[in-house]
């Protein structure tokens, strides 16, 4: 079993910053991919960035030259750097990580954290 779990949200002002982190603990032989959902009160999940086991990473547009995703020398924590935040950017953000263990891949998903962006 392999436990995420978040921390960092909260109320910001439009232009602020936040910093979300996830940890991953259990039983596993490495992590693939980490990455970072929101969803929004009444809408889809969608992607915000997400980060593989070689470094690179991958952005949704609408946080391109805001948000920068990392991950601890031993890869078993990812970060969001959220800057220039904005009332649209209010959600609940998840944290997910593909995690291998032996021979099998397995998706995981935090709780999530409340991020509110106010105007």
């Known amino acids: 079993q392999v436990q995420l779990v978040e921390s960092g949200g909260g109320l910001v002002q439009a232009g602020g910053s936040l910093r979300l982190s996830c940890t991953a603990s259990g039983s596993f032989s490495n992590i693939n991919v980490m990455g970072w959902y929101r969803q929004a009160p009444g809408k889809q999940r969608e992607l915000v960035a997400t980060i593989i086991s070689s470094g690179r990473t991958k952005y949704a547009d609408f946080v391109k030259g805001r948000f920068t995703i990392s991950r601890d020398n031993a890869g078993n924590t990812v970060f969001l750097q959220m800057d220039s935040l904005k009332p649209e950017d209010t959600a609940v953000y998840l944290c997910?990580?593909?995690?291998?263990?032996?021979?099998?891949?397995?998706?995981?998903w935090g709780q999530g954290t409340q991020v509110t962006v106010s105007s």
């Open positions: 997910n990580a593909e995690v291998g263990v032996l021979a099998l891949s397995y998706l995981y």
